[in-house]
């Protein structure tokens, strides 16, 4: 069996680690670094980067730069207003409340985009280990829901890549802990990314991680600060030079850049300072924008940001029926926690217990995900994994309400079921309408599909006896069936929500993403042609300036002409065969030279008499 590998699919970035003798190692990416940014790049011929090479675009080409895409995942357009008014890219209806992407006229669905970052990820990870990567653990915030869940897998299988494992991110991070540490502690993970915020409490040992309590808000992330600093941003540049900058995309796109290095530089100094010059211009010149932010400042301006992420490990608390001073340790997860202040207010609700820095927060949930990958392939002690569900699941019942058959909090994997009946005489079918949260009536809920039992024998109203049976897996993936206990008859279905896929959608994706792969490699190819054409022209350059004095008119002549004819295929983008064609020329012409030259240089040397020693 090849490597499992462990991903953290993140908002940012996302890692990839696997386990070699029992210990964690990162995997580094083409670009060499431990980190890839969940980005990805359209050129305007249509050309895709992943990767550092898409966030460097980001700035120039904000319209056609995917950042951020897992605040789409598995959501329906309705729910992501917000999100989308904040990004550069067109966020598009793709009928059915399906959420999409649109570069260049062409619509991507998110599962798409993830699964050109799980790609690359996959690709490298291929790169470095020698050897193909099939299989992962995938790593997802607590508060995904099962829409969102699905959503990840299906990404997952468009990348070529079997995703054995869905795990909740903070409790991937209890996982490196428990190998790390082996000895039992009750822990709080406080996991504050790009995109959310998740906050966990387990009970661990060598051997258990077993959540007792999540809590969180998916809608809550560094994004949200970096937000928050540009409308400041624009507001300050607002009253000072009366313009309104916000509505633009690409100023609001530089905005952001400079907002989130300001917020970084302020996680070490205590001031920083953000120039953005030429930012934009009226009748009287350009405009520039120079301010100073101090690190009270940001801590003012964000405050009530940090404070939610504070109110949610509070209601993760009363839910463990745990008192702060109960917690053994905090593990700061996610690049947002190495903000002070985010410390600081941490610090002050777990009074008295100590921030677990020892982790690197970009790097500790891939760990997670890989000693997960461990366990699955045999490598790593199994540790048994009880992790619980955050939200209640039920079905609609009569007078438009909701019956919850799994409570919020309930370990996972689970099984439970309930008995349904008709409501009227005679009825032959019965409609499961399964839905997800806490509130009574079934509207207030979120519908995650519906299925019909139908052949139910007819009977006075009341009497059949129909059984309905919700699954939830180790994925937190959410199964339904229903079965008439009398006639036997039965179905079901794993849900498969308005913005889930079909199994067509997915192969039409993976087919998609291969040709788009293989068109990626010829463009690689010919890049690398074009590269080697040119470096062997301006060898070819030097040569001729070098050897000028050895030689012939003609050959001179033959050679600027060789160069010339060079370029020219170049600026006139030839094809690979002629550049193939060339490239051959070129050595064969310039070896041919420099044999010419060196044979000359010997016979010069030939025809130096030297006196024999002694004479
Ligand atoms: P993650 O999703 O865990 O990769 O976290 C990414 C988020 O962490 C982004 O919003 C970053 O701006 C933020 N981040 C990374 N490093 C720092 C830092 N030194 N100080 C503040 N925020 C940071």
């Known amino acids: 069996m090849g490597k499992i590998i462990g991903i953290d699919l993140g908002t940012t970035n996302s890692v990839a680690c696997y386990i070699e003798h029992g210990e964690p190692r990162v995997i580094i990416n083409e670009e060499g670094a431990r980190l890839t940014p969940s980005i990805v790049g359209f050129s305007k011929d249509g050309d895709r980067f992943v990767g550092d090479i898409a966030k460097r675009q980001l700035l120039m080409y904000p319209e056609n730069t995917i950042h951020s895409i897992k605040r789409f995942m598995g959501r329906r357009v309705g729910e992501v207003r917000s999100e989308a008014s904040k990004v550069a890219y067109a966020v598009v209806d793709l009928g059915e409340e399906k959420v999409g992407v649109e570069v260049g006229g062409k619509a991507y669905t998110p599962q798409q985009i993830s699964a050109f970052i799980l790609q690359k990820v996959k690709k490298s990870a291929e790169d470095f280990l020698g050897e193909p990567v099939e299989q992962a653990v995938v790593t997802v915030p607590a508060y995904f829901d099962d829409r969102q869940r699905q959503?990840?897998?299906?990404?997952?299988?468009?990348?070529?890549?079997?995703?054995?494992?869905?795990?909740?991110?903070?409790?991937?991070?209890?996982?490196?802990?428990?190998?790390?540490?082996?000895?039992?502690?009750t822990i709080a993970v406080y996991d504050f990314g790009g995109g959310t915020f998740d906050i966990s409490i387990l009970?661990?040992?060598?051997?258990?991680?077993?959540?007792?309590?999540?809590?969180?808000?998916?809608?809550?992330?560094?994004?949200?600060?970096?937000?928050?600093?540009?409308?400041?941003?624009?507001?300050?540049?607002?009253?000072?030079?009366?313009?309104?900058?916000?509505?633009?995309?690409?100023?609001?796109?530089?905005?952001?850049?400079?907002?989130?290095?300001?917020?970084?530089?302020?996680?070490?100094?205590?001031?920083?300072?953000?120039?953005?010059?030429?930012?934009?211009?009226?009748?009287?010149?350009?405009k520039h924008l120079q301010t100073v932010?101090?690190?009270?400042?940001?801590?003012?301006?964000?405050?009530d940001l940090l404070r939610l992420t504070i109110d949610e490990c509070s209601k993760a608390l009363s839910e463990s029926r745990l008192a702060p001073s109960q917690i053994n340790e905090v593990i700061m997860v996610g690049g947002s926690s190495r903000i002070p202040k985010v410390q600081e207010m941490v610090k002050q609700l777990f009074i008295g217990c100590p921030l677990n820095k020892s982790f690197n927060p970009d790097e500790v949930v891939a760990v997670g995900a890989a000693v997960q990958a461990g366990m699955l392939g045999g490598s790593v002690q199994d540790v048994t994994l009880?992790?619980?569900?955050?939200?209640?699941?039920?079905?609609?019942?009569?007078?438009?309400?909701?019956?919850?058959?799994?409570?919020?909090?309930?370990?996972?994997?689970?099984?439970?079921?309930?008995?349904?009946?008709?409501?009227?005489?005679?009825?032959?079918?019965?409609?499961?309408?399964?839905?997800?949260?806490?509130?009574?009536?079934?509207?207030?809920?979120?519908?995650?599909?519906?299925?019909?039992?139908?052949?139910?024998?007819?009977?006075?109203?009341?009497?059949?006896?129909?059984?309905?049976?919700?699954?939830?897996?180790?994925?937190?993936?959410?199964?339904?069936?229903?079965?008439?206990?009398?006639?036997?008859?039965s179905q079901g279905l794993t849900i498969h929500s308005p913005s889930g896929m079909s199994q067509k959608a997915i192969d039409d994706a993976r087919a998609e993403l291969e040709a788009m792969e293989e068109a990626d490699d010829f463009t690689r190819e010919m890049q690398d042609l074009r590269n080697r054409v040119?470096?062997?022209?301006?060898?070819?350059?030097?040569?001729?300036?070098?050897?000028?004095?050895?030689?012939?008119?003609?050959?001179?002549?033959?050679?600027?002409q060789a160069l010339k004819?060079?370029?020219?295929?170049?600026?006139?983008?030839?094809?690979?065969?002629?550049?193939?064609?060339?490239?051959?020329?070129?050595v064969n012409y310039q070896d041919h030279l420099q044999q010419r030259v060196d044979a000359d240089a010997v016979d010069d040397v030939g025809s130096i008499s030297l006196m024999s020693p002694g004479e």
């Open 293 to 303: 932010l101090s690190r009270a400042a940001f801590e003012f301006l964000v405050e």
């Open 386 to 489: 009880l992790d619980v569900t955050n939200f209640s699941l039920g079905i609609e019942v009569e007078g438009r309400r909701y019956a919850r058959l799994i409570p919020k909090g309930s370990t996972v994997p689970v099984v439970r079921s309930q008995m349904v009946s008709t409501v009227v005489d005679n009825q032959k079918t019965v409609k499961i309408h399964v839905l997800q949260g806490e509130e009574q009536l079934a509207k207030d809920n979120i519908s995650l599909g519906d299925f019909e039992l139908t052949e139910i024998q007819a009977a006075p109203r009341g009497v059949p006896r129909v059984e309905v049976t919700f699954t939830i897996d180790t994925d937190g993936i959410v199964n339904v069936a229903a079965k008439d206990k009398l006639t036997g008859a």
């Open 565 to 586: 004819r060079g370029r020219m295929a170049l600026v006139k983008k030839a094809d690979s065969d002629a550049l193939q064609e060339l490239s051959q020329y070129l």
């Open 151 to 185: 959503a990840t897998k299906d990404a997952g299988r468009i990348a070529g890549l079997d995703v054995l494992r869905i795990i909740n991110e903070p409790t991937a991070a209890a996982l490196a802990y428990t190998i790390r540490r082996k000895k039992a502690a």
């Open 203 to 286: 009970d661990v040992d060598a051997d258990v991680a077993e959540v007792r309590a999540t809590a969180g808000n998916n809608h809550l992330g560094g994004n949200d600060i970096d937000n928050r600093l540009v409308d400041w941003l624009a507001s300050e540049f607002k009253k000072a030079n009366g313009i309104d900058i916000s509505q633009d995309r690409m100023v609001r796109q530089r905005l952001l850049e400079a907002a989130e290095k300001a917020k970084m530089d302020l996680s070490t100094a205590m001031e920083t300072e953000i120039h953005l010059p030429f930012l934009t211009a009226d009748e009287s010149g350009p």
């Open 534 to 560: 040119e470096k062997q022209l301006f060898g070819l350059e030097s040569f001729l300036r070098d050897s000028k004095l050895s030689l012939k008119k003609r050959e001179i002549f033959d050679t600027e």
